[in-house]
């Protein structure tokens, strides 16, 4: 692809061919077929930048919410309603008043809207066991009242112009929520009468809204090339498309159906909007009509004042408006739109109070490779306060003490190249399923790589709120991606690399993928921006040998995936060794053969795996699990990568686990194992799933073993992984930030929290049984 590979050549006297093969140089002659090697010896310079890592404190009491969505301004322009932390609350623009609940629900809220006289909110609630509604609030608040006549998934609801109708989107789950309730997704017109029955006027769309009288319902659909903005009757007659878009992302068009606001790769623009009785296209550098881009570095949440001629959007937690009137679109230079109000807050972090002692345990720190037997944990609060022998720990009176005789405790798994659904449809959920499957199994912190930035943020920020249970979150936000897509980037200048950066910044990132930017220059800009900025840079690999040498060459953070040969040699080992560049090689999607996870899938039977099965809908792990591809030994590709990832953690170099969301918590325990079977020790193995990754993304200073200070994220085994690998997965308990957490995720102490049935355990050939044990069938 890159014309970069080793050539052949003739020799002069054209008897021989000398060609490259297995890290060596050879010569074949071309009449006796005779092979000899070429001895060489290459002494040369390369330069190196200075990988970038930076340290990141955790544990503080406080922190700021950043992710504040679906922000909605009132027709007056006074107030804004939005969600943040899973509930709904109303602030003053341009007052230093601190934001306000609009309800005292405890369900999870979302897609607020005002009706067009400010007088009313209409919003969408979520509650996992009764699924979900559309309410309606007076703009006061208090208690809503439920408009929809059945439960559902409920999205984006907007008010008629008189109030006495909405229109919604209504979708599906069976994933992260039950199935049930599902059926006839599209969009809907309801009016508010008593005993009115919806109608459905779509088969398929998103973010419907009236137009300016209240006949015509507009919404977004979309095709495999192109998004439309499209309209029919409020009884769902007379289809008409107004405009088409190849990058668009959402329309928003104003009351008075005068303008339209949409967002192209991030950035927000506007431009008058005709019915011409034809569709129109639009794009970013379209001449049909008069446009112009309003947004610096991004815009979200598009939508209109009252009278047509305010254009408000958000980035991050602060919310811009824009005048619009027909003078916009002369050519003048308006200059950036400065925020009218900052829509974050401080939340506390809450921890735990008292002190645990773990007693009696064989403590595997992770710091060298000091190994405790009969060793005592306290813990005071969510931090480490004591680790050492019985002897050298004074557990004070009134400290809940816990024999762990037998156990093995170690330092919470770090799984740093981790996907999953983190909400549905941005609706995040009270449990997440694949959160709790993950701290089953002992995963403790994840590293995102690649999601969407609304969801995974707001996630992270209910998790570090104390409002939903799972591991500590981070993520990269949405790709930086190089190809040709609505959601491209592209690069072409520092400042347009800042602009991106900073957008995900804002939004609660501390690290960004670089994804298949094609240009090696592109990809320095980044790296550049992120120096500036104070962020991370985890590119994809992209099964790209050469990328992936000038990755490490221009600092980058860590190399994201194996890379795409099954043999490096000493050029390589000699070159990636002056460098500070980590390397998450997910062994378990590895590039160069058939993937790592059909190694364990033959080998470990998922399906029948105690915790996986827990967890897990039992009709998706079957379909995946039980009657997985067999490989020839010959064929296995695992063997090589990890050998790989052997001499390359042989240099120094932090190599850490990614299971790549294939096998949720499960995966991560792969991935230890791929590590083993590559020839890494046991406790070589273990540190890539903790000390490594805490290093890799600067956490160790709070995470990644077992010493005082750091916080108290623990995974206490029954049997001795430094015996058997395989021994990760006999888990007791899992502690995160101090909770002591079961085999059923029920606090043991440091906490309260209990787990309430999923919905598929609730359901007939669910698997779950309190109280199962944990043991996993492993071949030795």
């Given at each position: ?54 340290d990141h404190p955790l544990g503080q009491d406080s922190f700021n919410v950043k992710m504040t969505r679906f922000a909605h301004a009132s027709p007056d322009g006074r107030r804004v309603v939005y969600e943040a932390l ?635 992984p430094l015996d058997d690998i395989h021994n990760t997965t006999s888990i007791r308990y899992t502690m995160i930030n101090g909770m002591l957490l079961d085999s059923d995720l029920n606090a043991v102490a440091g906490g309260t929290h209990r787990t309430r049935p999923f919905w598929f355990q609730q359901s007939a050939g669910g698997n ?13």
């Amino acid at each position: 692809v890159h014309n970069v590979y080793p050539g052949i050549s003739w020799t002069p006297d054209g008897r021989s061919i000398v060609y490259w093969a297995g890290g060596h140089i050879h010569r074949i002659d071309v009449a006796t077929r005779a092979v000899t090697d070429i001895p060489f010896h290459v002494t040369g310079t390369r330069f190196v930048e200075d990988a970038i890592h930076v340290d990141h404190p955790l544990g503080q009491d406080s922190f700021n919410v950043k992710m504040t969505r679906f922000a909605h301004a009132s027709p007056d322009g006074r107030r804004v309603v939005y969600e943040a932390l899973g509930s709904l609350w109303v602030k003053d623009i341009g007052g230093n008043a601190p934001a306000r609940r609009l309800t005292r629900s405890d369900e999870r809220e979302a897609y607020p809207v005002w009706s067009r006289d400010g007088k009313q909110i209409a919003y969408v609630t979520w509650d996992d066991d009764k699924a979900g509604a559309i309410k309606v609030v007076g703009a006061a608040g208090g208690t809503g009242r439920t408009v929809t006549p059945e439960p559902g998934y409920y999205r984006e609801p907007a008010f008629s112009p008189d109030g006495r109708m909405i229109a919604y989107r209504k979708g599906s789950d069976g994933n992260l929520a039950t199935p049930l309730w599902g059926n006839e997704p599209g969009i809907y017109v309801l009016s508010l009468a008593a005993g009115a029955k919806p109608k459905r006027v779509a088969k398929s769309g998103a973010f419907p809204q009236f137009g300016k009288d209240g006949s015509r319902v507009f919404f977004v659909d979309n095709d495999d090339d192109n998004q439309y903005l499209k309209s029919v009757d409020v009884s769902g007659a007379d289809p008409m498309t107004h405009l088409k878009a190849t990058n668009a992302a959402e329309f928003a068009l104003s009351p008075d159906e005068q303008f339209v606001g949409w967002t192209e790769r991030y950035q927000a623009y506007v431009m008058p909007f005709v019915r011409s009785g034809k569709t129109i296209d639009i794009a970013a550098d379209a001449k049909a009509l008069p446009q112009t881009k309003v947004s610096a570095d991004a815009g979200d949440y598009l939508h209109w004042s009252g009278d047509g001629h305010t254009l408000y959007w958000t980035q991050g937690p602060e919310l811009f408006a824009r005048r619009v009137d027909l003078a916009a679109f002369d050519g003048a230079k308006t200059g950036a739109a400065a925020p009218v109000a900052n829509l974050g807050f401080v939340s506390a972090a809450p921890h735990p109070t008292g002190t645990i002692a773990l007693t009696n345990a064989r403590i595997v720190t992770m710091n060298g490779d000091q190994v405790i037997d009969g060793g005592t944990v306290l813990i005071n609060g969510n931090r480490i306060a004591a680790v050492g022998p019985a002897a050298s720990v004074a557990v004070p009176a009134g400290a809940h003490t816990i024999d762990m005789t037998g156990k093995t405790i170690l330092p919470g798994f770090i799984d740093a190249h981790w996907h999953g659904p983190h909400a549905s449809d941005q609706i995040v959920p009270d449990q997440n399923r694949v959160y709790y499957n993950s701290l089953a199994y002992g995963v403790t912190t994840v590293q995102d790589p690649s999601a969407d930035t609304h969801e995974v943020f707001a996630s992270a920020e209910m998790q570090k709120a104390g409002k939903i249970l799972g591991p500590r979150i981070f993520s990269t936000g949405t790709i930086l991606y190089g190809a040709e897509t609505p959601f491209m980037v592209e690069i072409g200048s520092i400042d347009d690399a800042l602009t991106h950066i900073r957008r995900l910044q804002e939004s609660g990132a501390w690290s960004v993928k670089s994804y298949n930017q094609p240009r090696r220059e592109q990809r320095q800009l980044v790296i550049e921006a992120a120096r500036q900025l104070g962020m991370e840079v985890v590119p994809e690999g992209g099964s790209l040998f050469m990328h992936n040498m000038t990755m490490i060459a221009d600092g980058h953070t860590t190399i994201e995936h194996s890379l795409p040969v099954p043999h490096i040699y000493n050029d390589v080992l000699q070159f990636w060794r002056t460098s500070k560049t980590a390397w998450t090689p997910t062994l378990i999607v590895a590039y160069g053969g058939p993937f790592g996870e059909y190694h364990w899938y033959q080998r470990n039977p998922a399906w029948a795996e105690p915790i996986e099965a827990k967890w897990t809908p039992q009709g998706q792990l079957d379909a995946r699990a039980r009657r997985p591809t067999i490989v020839p030994d010959d064929e296995d590709n695992l063997p090589r990568v990890s050998h790989q990832a052997k001499q390359v953690s042989d240099l120094g170099i932090p190599v850490s686990i990614g299971a790549h969301g294939q096998r949720e918590g499960l995966g991560a325990h792969w991935e230890i194992w791929g590590f083993a079977l590559g020839g890494m020790s046991n406790l070589e193995a273990l540190r890539t799933a903790t000390i490594n990754p805490a290093r890799a993304h600067g956490l160790d200073h709070d995470l990644g073993s077992i010493e005082p200070g750091k916080l108290a994220d623990l995974v206490i085994l029954d049997k001795n992984p430094l015996d058997d690998i395989h021994n990760t997965t006999s888990i007791r308990y899992t502690m995160i930030n101090g909770m002591l957490l079961d085999s059923d995720l029920n606090a043991v102490a440091g906490g309260t929290h209990r787990t309430r049935p999923f919905w598929f355990q609730q359901s007939a050939g669910g698997n779950y049984s309190e109280g199962a044990t944990m043991t996993v069938p492993h071949e030795d």
